[in-house]
């Protein structure tokens, strides 16, 4: 593998923005502002539901729009520097939350997790400026092992500063901010042979107009397309497991801040594991019989979950489904890491360098609005059958269709003619 010290140089973006990705939007954050700053109420559900939705929303669009214009002016390192301070200042503000800042608390998550999930957009575009395509898989796998690390750090810190949740937000931004800077100083970007620079005004309007004029043109991108859409639809699956796992754990079992706190750093060390697995796997099995593989397992956890984790009457096998619980979320955890990464690397294996970024941001756009159809799903199923076993167990839908449009897409490198590219 060649630029080994780069690659380790942008994988410690990845152990710098995990601090963010648990203790703000899976973990901490999230149990503070529902429990503490709404004072424990039913409408802080519904608050913090919103905010997840509004900056999920806004990063949706803004990801391929920002995609293609540092396409265009060959500066992914500019827009993510942006994005990683629209991250890192709210962060270090929640410090300042408490009860009753609703609205303050709210808009500094938005803010936050906007410049969260859209900066990832331009980390992940790296990939292929890096290694060559047959350390695609290796580069991604070892990312979010790297991540993962970092993430497990991050809830260690959860014990010492577990009665002063505002101290660890600071913290939580203070560990982005340094080690991200590695990235912003040493990592060389591969520059593009023709590089248009423009004004900002004029920068937003053709990448608006970049993407309608690709959406337009996909079917020049069919290969593409159809693996977007296969990833949309068993991204969806493994978005809401994760999702509803918290709320589950905290409403249902009753699970308090330390065992939570035991349950996540479960998950991220099987997780950990399951990146380093399949990185040597997905180069032996191939990438796209790997995801098939993950597929697979993902349908057999829900299949256990429905038959012996009883979810529906927990009250009779309560410490029964904890163990279970705990079981089930370290398994899922290997296949959690190991999906995240050969879907990236997947991705970056098609995706021609030309347009590497825009589609990055319609790759991140696929994820984001399957985080709101997948536990909406959920949410209804479960309303209207009243069970939660049904509820879980119709994502395997998902899962199924995600593997019938797998079978559309092919594993190659994808040359697409200059003069099908729309710049």
């Not at 497990?152 to 010492?160: A, N, R, W």
């Not at 996909?218 to 593409?224: E, G, H, P, R």
């Not at 984790?309 to 899922?332: C, K, P, Q």
């Amino acid at each position: 593998m060649r630029n080994k010290q780069q690659v380790f140089i942008w994988t410690l973006f990845d152990f710098a923005n995990s601090s963010y990705a648990v203790i703000v939007v899976a973990f901490v954050f999230a149990v503070f502002f529902t429990d503490v700053i709404c004072f424990a109420q039913p409408i802080g559900d519904l608050y913090w539901s919103l905010g997840i939705n509004i900056s999920m929303i806004i990063s949706a669009v803004l990801n391929p729009v920002f995609g293609a214009i540092a396409d265009r002016s060959s500066n992914k390192k500019h827009y993510l520097f942006i994005f990683t301070l629209l991250c890192i200042v709210p962060t270090a503000l929640m410090y300042f939350t408490g009860e009753g800042t609703i609205l303050f608390a709210l808009v500094l998550f938005i803010l936050s997790n906007i410049g969260f999930q859209t900066g990832i957009t331009f980390y992940d575009a790296f990939i292929s400026d890096l290694v060559d395509e047959k350390d695609y898989n290796k580069v991604s796998s070892y990312g979010y092992a790297v991540g993962y690390v970092g993430s497990l750090i991050s809830v260690l810190l959860v014990f010492p500063l577990k009665d002063n949740y505002n101290l660890l937000f600071l913290i939580t931004a203070l560990f982005f901010l340094v080690f991200s800077l590695p990235l912003f100083l040493f990592l060389k970007e591969k520059k593009k042979e023709k590089v248009i620079r423009s004004g900002t005004i004029e920068d937003i309007v053709y990448g608006f107009r970049k993407v309608v004029d690709t959406i337009k043109h996909i079917n020049n991108y069919k290969n593409l397309r159809n693996y977007l859409i296969a990833y949309f639809l068993y991204i969806d699956s493994v978005n809401t497991i994760i999702f509803f796992s918290g709320i589950y754990a905290r409403k249902t079992l009753g699970f308090e801040t330390v065992q939570l706190a035991i349950f996540f750093i479960l998950v991220q060390f099987t997780a950990m594991l399951g990146s380093l697995i399949f990185a040597k796997l997905g180069d032996r099995l191939g990438i796209k019989k790997s995801i098939v593989v993950n597929i697979l397992f993902w349908i057999a956890i829900l299949v256990f979950i429905f038959i012996f984790v009883d979810i529906d009457t927990y009250l009779v096998l309560e410490g029964m489904s904890i163990h279970y619980f705990f079981i089930v979320g370290g398994f899922a955890g290997l296949f959690l890491g190991s999906t995240q990464s050969l879907s990236r690397t997947m991705m970056t294996e098609l995706t021609p360098f030309e347009i590497k970024t825009e589609f990055f941001g319609f790759y991140s756009l696929f994820e984001k609005t399957s985080t709101l159809i997948g536990p909406l799903t959920f949410g209804l199923i479960s309303w209207l059958t009243g069970s939660q076993k049904l509820a879980i167990f119709s994502l395997t839908a998902f899962f199924l269709l995600g593997l019938w449009m797998l079978k559309y897409v092919k594993e190659e490198s994808v040359n697409i003619p200059k003069e099908t590219i729309h710049l």
